[in-house]
């Protein structure tokens, strides 16, 4: 059972609730491996944490995760200019392994790959750099993001590379020794040793690891192996290793295991698990028959030589715009299909269960109740139902207004509700990054962003604590996770807020104010503040 202190963010932990697995099942763990850090998750997050451990000399590293194999799921992430930069700080090579990667795949070349044109050759004119345009239902232009490296690089001093999520997890996974990131081993409790100075993680290699309800893609397990059918006998035949470390960071996700452990049984239990954002995607990936009338219509009114275009329902006020709950994201795939994506505000009942040709039928509905033109409800109807495909977003609310969603700050009583105070990323030699600790829907595309900020934190303070040999300091670790904390909480809140409410798009000096916060951030002054 967790222990906590009285102040909400102070906890000593002396036990942590196991998963479901008998007592005597876990207890038959014989290994002894001993690492400095443990790194739950091999994600782009977990993987760019242990890069930067092992670039600042912590090389006694190792990397896990419940997926059987790393097999191509995801979908395709916008790395920006905050995120490129916190990658670069951890480490140069990664950045330049990840830029190389993401630009040759997806991006347009920069400017400095282009051929010289010598004086007898005619000069060309400058090809317009694509953009992705963001539009109301009368097709005026609300604004316009250009899509190019070098335009980002020119405004904010790092580009923007869009990569696919695995490509991502492929390249970093890539530059670590393969003995470092070991898949198949399924987290199911986390041990506190006080006596040895360790935390003890037992994990499982499992063939039949259950459906992430949170994850932003299905990940099922296609494998052809035979499962056992009875669950008492799957307990028994489960090899249960268990891993020492001197600090653990969970980059295990928005579902993320070691959080549900750290706070299952707590005054925080109501935060184990991650929350309904209130938003949702239907989508479809591909529909590769279109008639050429309504291909016609749909570039004349949108698409307009722009890969990507957003059309919203928002209504222009001046300087300002109303923002609305729904919209649809309409692109072109390298190979002509046509896709689409529409986020909108859906109670959570009414998208489970849903059959593909039931999800069609509620974006139809939402469409037309919000007025959208008649070519883009033709689009919806031809979706090939097979490839209809669902996603709640959920989140990890990183504010207490967020977590206790009151509209008057002044009617807020802390002290008569501790239990909705969200709790601590860290607990003793714990520490949760990424999407363990703030997950948010992805509509400002920060995500992936903000993990690895909190990986170049996380990693510059634990190289401290290695620096110091403070590996056996409580109060060292606690303070330098209480440093990460009180250095990333504001600045998520912030970024959260913006995304749910998507205040930055309202007006172009909102927009302006987010883009210079955000993007322009100063990490050697971070990394100072340190």
Not at 11 to 36: G, R, W
Not at 487 to 494: E, H, K, S
Request: charged content about 20%; overall charge negative.
């Amino acid at each position: 059972m967790l222990e906590t202190q009285s102040s909400p963010h102070s906890h000593t932990n002396t036990s942590i609730k196991a998963d479901t697995l008998p007592t005597s099942v876990i207890s038959s763990s014989t290994s002894q491996e001993i690492y400095d850090v443990v790194v739950v998750g091999a994600g782009p997050i977990g993987l760019a944490t242990a890069i930067g451990l092992r670039k600042r000399g912590i090389e006694n590293v190792l990397v896990i995760d419940q997926t059987r194999a790393f097999r191509q799921i995801g979908q395709t992430l916008d790395l920006l200019p905050n995120g490129l930069k916190a990658l670069k700080y951890l480490d140069p090579n990664a950045y330049e392994e990840v830029k190389n990667t993401g630009l040759g795949l997806l991006n347009p070349k920069q400017s400095n790959d282009q051929v010289t044109v010598e004086p007898t050759q005619k000069q060309q004119p400058p090809k317009v750099s694509p953009q992705w345009v963001y539009k109301n239902l009368k097709g005026e232009i609300i604004r316009s993001n250009s899509l190019s490296f070098d335009d980002w690089f020119q405004d904010y001093g790092e580009g923007r590379v869009s990569i696919s999520w695995y490509n991502l997890q492929t390249t970093l996974r890539q530059l670590l020794p393969p003995d470092l990131v070991k898949a198949n081993h399924r987290c199911i409790n986390v041990v506190n040793e006080p006596e040895k100075g360790f935390v003890r993680i037992d994990c499982i290699g499992d063939t039949a690891i259950e459906t992430n309800p949170y994850a932003y893609w299905i990940d099922g397990q296609k494998d052809n192996d035979p499962q056992p059918q009875n669950s008492d006998i799957l307990s028994q035949e489960l090899a249960i290793k268990s891993i020492r470390a001197k600090l653990i960071v969970a980059a295990d996700g928005i579902n993320s295991t070691v959080r549900r452990l750290l706070y299952t049984d707590t005054q925080y239990h109501d935060f184990a698990r991650p929350e309904y954002s209130g938003f949702a995607a239907i989508f479809c990936m591909e529909i590769a028959e279109v008639p050429k009338e309504l291909l016609t219509k749909l570039e004349e009114d949108f698409f307009q030589d722009s890969p990507l275009v957003t059309i919203t329902n928002d209504e222009i006020t001046g300087n300002n715009v109303c923002i609305n709950n729904i919209r649809i994201i309409l692109f072109r795939r390298p190979t002509g299909e046509l896709g689409y994506i529409i986020h909108l505000a859906l109670p959570l009942d009414s998208l489970q269960e849903k059959s593909e040709s039931s999800l069609i039928d509620l974006a139809l509905q939402e469409l037309e109740k919000a007025g959208f033109p008649d070519a883009l409800k033709q689009l919806v109807r031809l979706s090939p139902p097979a490839k209809m495909q669902q996603r709640p977003y959920y989140i990890h609310p990183a504010s207490i207004l967020d977590s206790l969603q009151v509209s008057n700050p002044t009617d807020l009583n802390i002290e008569a509700n501790p239990a909705k105070i969200p709790p601590a990323w860290s607990v003793g030699r714990i520490v949760l990054v990424g999407d363990a600790a703030h997950g948010m829907p992805p509509f400002m595309a920060q995500g992936a962003n903000q993990g690895l900020e909190d990986a170049l934190i996380v990693t510059t303070l634990i190289a401290k604590i290695a620096e110091e040999n403070n590996w056996n300091d409580l109060q060292a670790i606690a303070k330098a996770f209480e440093k990460y904390e009180c250095l990333r909480r504001p600045l998520i809140a912030y970024v959260q807020e913006a995304t749910l409410k998507r205040s930055p798009h309202s007006s172009d000096k909102e927009w302006e104010d987010y883009s210079q916060q955000i993007y322009r951030r100063n990490f050697d002054q971070v990394i100072e503040a340190l």
